[in-house]
C-alpha cells in the first residue's frame, strides 16, 4: 500500500490524462453517483462504454498501481465521507437486442428495469421477479439479485467479463458460481461488461400484469422517493421460511429497529431492513445506524446479520 501511494503521489493530472484518456475526472464526488446521496469524493473517476476501454481502464490501472473500484448504478453502495483513494470506474455499456426468439443480450451499464420493460414489451418472460430492483444490470448480476423467489442467475446463458488484469472473456453461468446475494466475482474482482438471457415466450399481457402487480407491492413497502439503497443486510437462509429465507426485516422489526435515527438517517417506517437518507445523513451516520441494528438482532436473537450493502473506503 506504501509503494501504490507513492506512485500515485508521482501521477499529474496530466500524467492521468496521458493514461487514461480526457475523460478522466479528478476529484469527482461521489453523492451524486449513489442512492443513499453520501460519500466523499473520488480522486479519479472515469466512464466506459466498451469491453476495450474497460480493459485499457483496467491494465493501465494495474500498471500504475492504482486501486480501482467499478460502480454501476450505485443503488447498493455506501461510499465512506472522505471519498475513495484511487480509481471509480463506471460502467456505461448499453444496448439491448434479441439475439433468437428468446435470449437477450443487454449492456452491464443499463438499468435492470429497462431491461425488465424490454422484455415486457417483447413478450418474454422470466425476469418479473426483479421488477423495483433498483440499480444496473451488471449490478444486479455481480451480486445476484433476486427477490419473490426469483434470482438473476436463474435467467442468464452467459456473460463477456474483464478479469482483473484487463482481459476479456466470455463465460457460462456456471463459472460465476451464483449463490444467495453473491458470486465468485466478488472474490476475482472480474466485472461484468455484457450478458446473454435465457427468457421464455408468454403472454404480454400476463407478463406485464405481474410486473406491475410485484411493483405495487414493493411501493407498499419500500420508499418510493428519499434517499436509500433498498434492503440493507441479507436475509438468512432457512428452508422452513418462505422462499427459503428468513426475513432479516422480520427479525430487525421484532428486535424494535423501526424508529431509530442515528443523525439524518432512519429505519424505514414501513420496512426495519431499510436506511432512509432523511435529512442530510452522511455515510458515517448510515454507518452507525446500521450498527446499531445489527446489534439489537445480535442481542435478541442471537443471529449476526450480513450486510447486502457494499462499503467503499475507510470507516
Not at 251 to 259: S, T
Not at 269 to 295: F, G, P, W, Y
Request: glycine fraction near 12%; proline fraction near 2%; charge should be negative.
Amino acid at each position: 500500500m506504501a509503494e501504490q501511494v507513492e506512485v500515485r503521489s508521482r501521477l499529474t493530472n496530466a500524467a492521468m490524462a496521458a493514461s487514461f484518456g480526457e475523460g478522466i475526472e479528478f476529484d469527482k464526488p461521489m453523492a451524486a453517483l449513489t442512492s443513499y446521496g453520501t460519500g466523499g469524493p473520488a480522486r479519479y473517476y472515469l466512464e466506459v462504454d466498451s469491453s476495450e476501454k474497460l480493459s485499457g481502464a483496467v491494465a493501465t490501472a494495474v500498471e500504475l498501481r492504482i486501486p480501482y473500484f467499478v460502480i454501476g448504478g450505485g443503488s447498493n453502495l455506501l461510499v465512506s465521507d472522505s471519498g475513495y483513494d484511487g480509481l471509480i470506474v463506471k460502467i456505461a455499456v448499453k444496448g439491448i437486442v434479441v439475439k433468437d426468439e428468446t435470449v437477450v443480450e443487454c449492456g452491464a451499464g443499463e438499468d435492470l428495469r429497462s431491461l425488465i420493460d424490454f422484455a415486457t414489451s417483447n413478450g418474454l418472460t422470466g425476469l418479473e421477479f426483479a421488477a423495483g430492483i433498483w440499480g444496473t444490470v451488471g449490478g444486479a448480476i455481480y451480486g445476484n439479485a433476486g427477490a419473490y423467489g426469483g434470482e438473476i442467475k436463474d435467467v442468464i446463458k452467459s456473460l463477456t467479463l474483464v478479469d482483473a488484469s484487463g482481459g476479456v472473456r466470455s463465460v457460462s453461468t456456471d463459472y460465476c458460481r451464483f449463490s444467495y446475494r453473491d458470486s465468485q466475482l466478488k472474490r476475482t474482482r472480474e466485472i461484468v461488461v455484457d450478458a446473454t438471457f435465457q427468457l421464455k415466450q408468454g403472454d404480454k399481457l400476463i407478463i406485464k400484469n405481474k410486473v406491475d402487480e410485484i411493483m405495487a407491492s414493493r411501493e407498499s413497502k419500500h420508499p418510493t422517493c428519499g434517499k436509500s439503497a433498498g434492503c440493507f443486510f441479507k436475509n438468512i437462509p432457512d428452508p422452513a421460511h418462505k422462499h427459503g429465507k428468513l426475513a432479516a426485516g422480520q427479525l430487525l422489526d421484532e428486535a424494535g429497529a423501526k424508529g431509530l435515527k442515528v443523525g439524518g438517517a432512519a429505519v424505514y417506517e414501513k420496512h426495519a431492513n431499510i436506511i432512509v437518507n432523511i435529512d442530510n445523513a452522511t455515510s458515517k451516520d448510515i454507518r452507525q445506524l446500521a450498527d446499531t441494528m445489527k446489534k439489537k438482532v445480535f442481542d435478541k436473537f442471537g443471529v449476526a446479520l450480513e450486510e447486502e450493502v457494499i462499503q467503499l473506503g475507510e470507516f
